[in-house]
């Protein structure tokens, strides 16, 4: 299985590009894990991830890990453990949707959302949803903390330097 880590937006709230920021560490972390790591850039007019997800599941005949850039404190074990439970992460009592196993046979839906500019990803991914108290569990810390912004960069150099 290939990761597709997303690395496009405007990264407006963090002020500087994510990509730039993160990019190197959550490959360093993929490599181990999957077949390939692929990194998926958004494309003139394209607004959200969703068009990202596409591209990715586009180039697979079955599934494909959808990472986002902006979970720099994700390691190669808890991909791991996502990739072989085939799952989705929930965090902060969110399903995360750029943390997970796709299937290439969700393609025709989103591609049905595009067209009809509905541009959010819930409820197309049905996958197991793996409880927050069990990756805590297992793997401690906030390898799921999402980064999104200077203050929540500062909150994640402090916790891991």
């Not at 003139?44 to 586009?58: D, K, N, S, T, W």
């Not at 799952?87 to 290439?104: F, I, K, R, S, T």
């Not at 819930?122 to 390898?143: Q, S």
């Amino acid at each position: 299985m290939n990761c597709y880590v997303l690395t496009g937006g405007r990264s407006s709230r963090m002020g500087r590009s994510k990509r730039a920021l993160f990019y190197d560490r959550v490959a360093a972390a993929a490599r181990p894990v999957f077949d390939d790591v692929i990194a998926i850039d958004w494309e003139e007019g394209e607004r959200a991830p969703i068009f990202g997800v596409a591209r990715a599941l586009r180039d697979v005949q079955s599934h494909a890990f959808i990472l986002a850039v902006d979970y720099p404190l994700i390691t190669s074990d808890v991909l791991r453990f996502l990739r072989d439970r085939g799952g989705m992460a929930m965090w902060n009592g969110e399903p995360q949707l750029l943390c997970a196993v796709w299937d290439a046979s969700l393609l025709p839906e989103i591609e049905q959302r595009i067209a009809a500019e509905r541009f959010d990803l819930r409820g197309l991914n049905k996958r197991d949803m793996i409880g927050e108290e069990e990756l805590r569990a297992r793997f401690g810390g906030e390898p799921l903390m999402n980064v999104n912004t200077p203050e929540e960069l500062a909150a994640a150099e402090r916790l891991y330097g």
